[in-house]
Each structure stands twice: as structure tokens, then as C-alpha cells.
């Protein structure tokens, strides 16, 4: 018998079985899912993956993520990158 892997996370090698069967056993959110496996908790790319496989998120209804990224924000002390215009003498 051959078994087919979908792997969902490859950052952790979870597999689209081991997020059905936490979900089987009580998981309803992503936060869920990172605790009960650490699915989504190194570089995030398998988070809409992952929430797919999800209860509530089987309904046509649902609005999914089009992006998830991190939010990158200067130092508050970094004059780099000011605007010549803004940079203080």
C-alpha cells in the first residue's frame, strides 16, 4: 500500500494527517495548531495551508489571507532612513 504525505509545514514536516487528526482531537484555531504541533512557527508560509484544514475555514463564506508577512519598521534612533527632507542637522 502506498502512502501519499502532503506535507503543510516543511519547516517542521507536518503533514496535512497530523493537522486532521489535531483537529480530530479538539483543535479549532491556528494558535491550536502551533501549540499542538508548531505548525506556522518558523517562517509562516504554511499559515493559510494550515487554517484551510480548519473547521471554520471550510466554509465558502470565510474570507481567506492574501498575504501574510512580517511588518518591518526602522529603529526609532535609525536616521538612515529618514527622508533628506525629514533628516535633522
Request: charged share 15%.
Amino acid at each position: 500500500m502506498i502512502m501519499i504525505l502532503m506535507y503543510i509545514c516543511i519547516c517542521n514536516a507536518i503533514t496535512d494527517s497530523q493537522i486532521k487528526e489535531a483537529v480530530a482531537n479538539g483543535a479549532t484555531t491556528l494558535a491550536d495548531l502551533q501549540f499542538d504541533l508548531g505548525v506556522a512557527t518558523n517562517c509562516g508560509r504554511c499559515a493559510e495551508s494550515a487554517m484551510s484544514l480548519l473547521p471554520a475555514m471550510a466554509s465558502d463564506n470565510v474570507l481567506h489571507a492574501t498575504e501574510i508577512s512580517r511588518v518591518q519598521r526602522p529603529a526609532a534612533n535609525d536616521t538612515q532612513v529618514l527622508p533628506a527632507a525629514v533628516a535633522y542637522s
